[in-house]
């Protein structure tokens, strides 16, 4: 399968906790990326990391990849309210680029 | 830079009736995705092309959807005729990248929301 896992399926978080969101997969990847959805929003990309970085950070975003356990995870730091939303772990394999999505997070922050 | 524009925003057809959607990429964005994201799930590849030509077609149900892009710009995606299953949200996103070796995000539309009654 070339689809990513994410555990858990929902989370729900006090605001100014951390929220972390793990990715499992079973092919080889070029990249990794997270995206998120807002509840009738469109999908807005998050991070990228390429198959040889280990380490990834941007503002409160965190991103680890292990491709030899083929997973990686998506920390979000001292989280809003603003930060609920669903959560997609999507891969980009293959020589033309393909990207398919995970099953998705769906995280809830409470205030 | 100008998004990906979509169009229509959303459709009601009845079933055995065919729709079409439209999608406008970014300039200069080689790769373009037809995605369907049915309600609770997360978004399903359709058809993916490069330039005008389709690079992966493999989970297009090729007996009533099809898809074209013509001169490796604007695309249509057109089902014909329509099941109720086929209610979803239908999503364009395309992205500069065209390689292995292109590392880049893809920029989605606002989608289009089919309903099928």
């Known amino acids: 399968s070339q689809q990513g896992e994410e555990d858990p399926q929902a989370l729900s978080i006090q605001e100014g906790e951390n929220a972390t969101m793990n990715c499992s997969y079973k092919t080889s990847i070029n990249n990794l990326q997270w995206y998120r959805q807002n509840s009738g929003r469109g999908l807005v990309h998050l991070i990228l990391i390429r198959s040889n970085e280990r380490e990834k950070h941007s503002g409160r975003l965190r991103v680890t990849l292990d491709t030899s356990k083929k997973s990686s995870s998506l920390l979000i730091t001292a989280s809003r309210a603003a930060d609920t939303a669903s959560y997609f772990c999507?891969?980009?394999?293959?020589?033309?680029?393909?990207?398919?999505f995970g099953t998705g997070t769906k995280l809830q922050v409470i205030p | 830079e100008a998004g990906v524009a979509q169009s229509p925003r959303y459709k009601i057809i009845e079933k055995r009736q065919s729709v079409a959607f439209w999608c406008n990429p970014i300039s200069g964005h080689a790769t373009l995705y037809w995605y369907q994201q049915i309600l609770g799930q997360g978004p399903k590849l359709l058809i993916q092309?490069?330039?005008?030509?389709?690079?992966?077609d493999s989970q297009l149900p090729k007996d009533r959807f099809s898809a074209e892009r013509l001169k490796g710009v604007d695309s249509t995606l057109k089902i014909q005729p329509a099941k109720l299953e086929d209610s979803a949200v239908y999503l364009c996103?395309?992205?500069?990248?065209?390689?292995?070796?292109?590392?880049?995000?893809?920029?989605f539309g606002n989608g289009t929301r089919l309903t099928v009654t």
């Open positions: 999507v891969l980009n394999s293959g020589g033309y680029q393909k990207v398919t």
């Open positions: 996103a395309s992205t500069y990248g065209r390689g292995r070796g292109m590392h880049s995000p893809l920029h």
């Open positions: 092309f490069q330039n005008n030509g389709v690079v992966d």
